[in-house]
């Protein structure tokens, strides 16, 4: 089966400037999450869907990051604007279920400069 | 709140030799534990997966403990090989109040020398 694909894999931006990353989950899969990791540290969970609807959003800076999952399939984290501290590769994954084993796709890797 | 630690942080041993890499968490009530691997800029892939029910977890030269009361899992690779290089985390899953969370420790990059 297909895994988790995620796009761009890299993008380098300005600060304030303002950047969107694609995640399409697994098939059947009904949750999807997102998770930002920083060189050198685990990843942290940013937005939690449970298929298109937010399960927990406690982490993510609401003042300039936003999230949606269309349909209950798609995903799209946005950043606007950027700060250089939001440097980091942002991982998606998905799970067949809460409990579930979480399968991750290769991340897209963010520069702010 | 679900602490996850892993020691040590890096880790090189010669070709051959056995791997132990160490997962500790603060709250043992979890549901499951998730092993991944993680190599250079890449996202993760998963190892093991094991229940709270369960005791170990194994797949070819992978073996998973998991000691809930002490708040300990292992993760043994036999026989290492420089392919074997790479991050290692874990993830534990606790059950919030609705909901279930995911805490990941910051990983034991190892070093497999030929």
């Known amino acids: 089966e297909a895994g988790v694909a995620q796009s761009p894999r890299y993008k380098i931006i300005e600060k304030r400037q303002s950047v969107a990353f694609w995640c399409n989950p697994i098939?059947?899969?009904?949750?999807l999450y997102w998770y930002q990791q920083i060189l050198g540290q685990g990843p942290k969970l940013l937005i939690q869907?449970?298929?298109?609807?937010?399960?927990?959003d406690s982490q993510l800076p609401k003042d300039r990051f936003s999230a949606e999952r269309l349909k209950g399939v798609d995903s799209t984290l946005k950043i606007q604007p950027a700060k250089l501290e939001d440097s980091a590769v942002y991982l998606c994954?998905?799970?067949?279920?809460?409990?579930?084993?979480?399968?991750f796709g290769e991340g897209s890797r963010l520069t702010v400069l | 709140k679900q602490e996850v630690t892993q020691i040590p942080a890096a880790l090189s041993v010669p070709e051959g030799e056995n791997l132990v890499l160490n997962c500790s968490f603060t709250?043992?009530?979890?549901?499951?534990l998730q092993w991944f691997r993680q190599d250079p800029g890449k996202g993760l892939t998963s190892l093991l997966l094991?229940?709270?029910?369960?005791r170990e977890q194994t797949s070819g030269r992978l073996n998973a403990s998991l000691d809930k009361s002490s708040g300990r899992s292992t993760l043994y690779i036999a026989a290492s090989q420089p392919g074997d290089s790479a991050t290692y985390l874990c993830?534990?899953?606790?059950?919030?109040?609705?909901?279930?969370?995911?805490?990941f420790g910051a990983g034991t990059t190892v070093t497999v020398r030929a």
């Open positions: 994954a998905s799970s067949r279920e809460f409990t579930g084993e979480l399968f």
């Open positions: 098939s059947g899969h009904a949750t």
């Open positions: 869907f449970q298929n298109n609807g937010v399960v927990d």
């Open positions: 709250d043992s009530a979890i549901y499951n």
């Open positions: 094991i229940q709270s029910s369960q």
């Open positions: 993830a534990v899953n606790n059950r919030g109040s609705n909901d279930y969370k995911l805490s």
